[in-house]
């Protein structure tokens, strides 16, 4: 985009703010799902035994991300076709009655069977909106910001992300702190619900005054043309997709592990669960100054530089930090390990975002990179928390997320030496094999 005058400056980055607060709201609505997986089954999933009832409220934790792919194609369409701006005021209003949805489902003892399935409709709800709400929100940003800011400017949408897990955990500690867990089951989860519903209204409000970037002519780059084979130009980025796939989904998995915490301490700790919420509100604390400094290096030092050496710091730090807190179960060392783990999984993120978007053609930036990431949300996203509270219940070993976070970060190490640079100015300099990149 090119140098504005000082007015046009402020509104830009007056719209960065709707945006991010935005995305904010609607992951706080999406993850808050987690916090409370305990009670949520208890509600709708009432079974023989606790392990049923937490698998039952899992699984339709899942069901939310096996509609994210489906709406990263028919929003992210209509993002490259029509704007970035009416595709996230679409994929708002979906989730605003999804939440609302969720808050207000009775339970099963109240109606049955039903319960349990407007649950997962709610669920499939939020994850369509979603699927189409990261594509245009990246693309947005990247294309409000200069090329040499692209890196800090795009990170903000991951940043926004912890916001809303920062926000989630603050409220979880809360309820916990006030109210018995019985309360809990009954209405304090709901209540966790309906406080991001009221904040529904003011996200629509930020949106309605977002300009269109979607013809903006960027620096270096033609604008998005109204008529473009979209799926040719798929299929010439295809390499790029897998590898952001690959490493997409392997972060996934340890974002996932991490969110678990308030369950992995309750059931497999042993401790309570505000002591879980704490080690979730601590770990999202430093994820989002870390997630911002990673998108700042990256433009200054390139995106692959960053993510490379950030990944290989987190793969030797997750035995010995897992390793202690199941040796010193405490509500104290969890949180440290918690923070640690947080700075070093999100560093990179926000900085991997750009260099996917970067590397993907504008005609198909929202639909390309919302699918990428759905397909990585919906495969491991989905199922990390199932997977791993099976793998526990199986083994009998509280190590059981390590291992499988191990061999999640191996892989992505492998993919982000594979993946091109894609920064203005670094290109050239790049070590790494090239791939075919946007023009």
């Given at each position: 985009m090119p140098v504005l005058e000082n007015g046009a400056e402020v509104l830009r980055r007056?719209?960065?703010?709707?945006?991010?607060?935005?995305?904010?709201?609607?992951?706080?609505?999406?993850?808050?799902?987690?916090?409370?997986?305990?009670?949520?089954?208890?509600?709708?999933?009432?079974?023989?035994?606790?392990?049923?009832?937490?698998?039952?409220?899992?699984?339709?934790?899942?069901?939310?991300?096996?509609?994210?792919?489906?709406?990263?194609?028919?929003?992210?369409?209509?993002?490259?076709?029509?704007?970035?701006?009416?595709?996230?005021?679409?994929?708002?209003?979906?989730?605003?009655?999804?939440?609302?949805?969720?808050?207000?489902?009775?339970?099963?003892?109240?109606?049955?069977?039903?319960?349990?399935?407007?649950?997962?409709?709610?669920?499939?709800?939020?994850?369509?909106?979603?699927?189409?709400?990261?594509g245009s929100n990246t693309a947005f940003l990247l294309e409000a910001s200069s090329p040499e800011r692209r890196g800090f400017i795009v990170s903000w949408q991951g940043a926004s992300q912890m916001i809303a897990l920062f926000a989630g955990?603050?409220?979880?500690?809360?309820?916990?702190?006030?109210?018995?867990?019985?309360?809990?089951?009954?209405?304090?989860?709901?209540?966790?619900?309906?406080?991001?519903?009221?904040?529904?209204?003011?996200?629509?409000?930020?949106?309605?005054?977002?300009?269109?970037?979607?013809?903006?002519?960027?620096?270096?780059?033609?604008?998005?043309?109204?008529?473009?084979?979209?799926?040719?130009?798929?299929?010439?980025?295809?390499?790029?997709?897998?590898?952001?796939i690959a490493i997409l989904g392997m972060g996934t998995i340890g974002s996932y592990i991490q969110i678990y915490v308030v369950t992995y301490a309750q059931n497999t700790l042993h401790l309570s669960q505000h002591a879980g919420f704490?080690?979730?509100?601590?770990?999202?604390?430093?994820?989002?100054?870390?997630?911002?400094?990673?998108?700042?290096?990256?433009?200054?030092?390139?995106?692959?530089?960053?993510?490379?050496?950030?990944?290989?710091?987190?793969?030797?730090?997750?035995?010995?930090?897992?390793?202690?807190?199941?040796?010193?179960?405490?509500?104290?060392?969890?949180?440290?390990?918690m923070a640690i783990l947080g700075v070093f999984s999100n560093l990179g993120f926000g900085s991997f975002c750009a260099a996917l978007s970067e590397s993907l053609p504008k005609a198909i930036r929202c639909g390309g990179f919302g699918t990428v990431y759905s397909l990585a949300i919906a495969l491991f996203g989905g199922t990390t928390q199932f997977v791993v509270t099976w793998l526990i219940h199986r083994t009998g070993s509280a190590m059981a997320p390590a291992w499988y976070l191990l061999v999640a970060t191996s892989i992505a190490q492998i993919a982000l030496m594979l993946f091109p640079e894609s920064a203005?100015?670094?290109r050239r300099n790049r070590s790494a094999a090239p791939l075919p990149l946007a023009a």
């Open positions: 007056r719209d960065i703010a709707a945006v991010t607060l935005g995305n904010a709201l609607e992951f706080y609505d999406f993850l808050t799902y987690s916090f409370f997986a305990i009670q949520i089954g208890h509600a709708f999933f009432p079974g023989g035994s606790a392990y049923v009832s937490l698998m039952g409220s899992l699984a339709t934790f899942g069901a939310g991300f096996a509609t994210r792919p489906l709406g990263a194609i028919v929003i992210g369409r209509y993002a490259d076709r029509v704007g970035r701006k009416p595709a996230m005021l679409l994929s708002f209003v979906l989730i605003g009655a999804s939440i609302f949805a969720m808050a207000l489902i009775p339970s099963y003892a109240a109606i049955g069977v039903a319960a349990p399935i407007l649950a997962v409709l709610a669920r499939m709800a939020q994850g369509f909106s979603l699927g189409g709400e990261i955990s603050v409220i979880g500690v809360a309820l916990t702190a006030l109210l018995p867990p019985h309360l809990l089951d009954v209405y304090g989860w709901r209540i966790a619900f309906l406080l991001g519903g009221v904040a529904v209204p003011f996200g629509l409000w930020l949106r309605t005054s977002l300009p269109e970037t979607l013809h903006r002519v960027e620096s270096g780059a033609q604008a998005a043309p109204a008529s473009v084979d979209r799926v040719g130009l798929a299929q010439r980025h295809w390499r790029v997709m897998a590898l952001g704490l080690a979730e509100t601590g770990n999202t604390v430093v994820a989002i100054p870390a997630m911002l400094l990673g998108g700042w290096l990256s433009d200054r030092y390139g995106r692959r530089t960053v993510n490379v050496l950030n990944n290989a710091v987190f793969l030797v730090l997750i035995y010995p930090l897992f390793a202690w807190v199941v040796a010193v179960p405490s509500a104290a060392v969890l949180c440290i390990c203005p100015g670094q």
